[in-house]
């Protein structure tokens, strides 16, 4: 009696998944391709972190033992370095010698920096900045 009523919601349960599969079509349609040709630039105050170049892991350093993170000047006037912490995501200002005062996971932390009209940089973690020192060493 109780496999009766199973059978049912299981069929339910597979003609539910198969109609969604049905609904999603992963291939972009021909339209959709063709109205990002004719979209207007992005304005000045859009996507601002595809504007900035991410910055040089190799010329910044960050050590380990003694938590210092050394930065970089930076060639635009009034550019400044954040660092991202997990407990404040959107970035710290930061200045020549960052020095973290709990010991910082080089996964989770990572630096980028602004451009005076509102550009952003893509973040680098620690985690890249010390690989990159180690294949310079090697």
Not at 24 to 41: G, H, L
Not at 95 to 124: C, E, I, L, W
């Amino acid at each position: 009696m109780v496999f009766a009523r199973m059978i049912p919601r299981r069929s339910a349960a597979f003609a539910w998944l198969a109609a969604a599969g049905l609904a999603c079509n992963s291939q972009p349609s021909a339209k959709v391709a063709d109205e990002r040709s004719v979209e207007a630039p992005l304005p000045e105050g859009a996507d601002a972190r595809s504007r900035a170049p991410k910055p040089d892991p190799a010329r910044l350093s960050f050590d380990e033992s003694t938590q210092v993170l050394q930065l970089y000047e930076l060639p635009e006037d009034g550019a400044h370095w954040l660092v991202a912490l997990p407990s404040e995501p959107r970035g710290v200002p930061a200045q020549g010698d960052f020095k973290f005062t709990n010991r910082a996971d080089p996964k989770a932390v990572s630096v980028f920096y602004t451009r005076p009209r509102g550009g952003m940089s893509h973040p680098v973690s620690l985690q890249e900045i010390v690989d990159a020192r180690k294949a310079a060493v090697h």
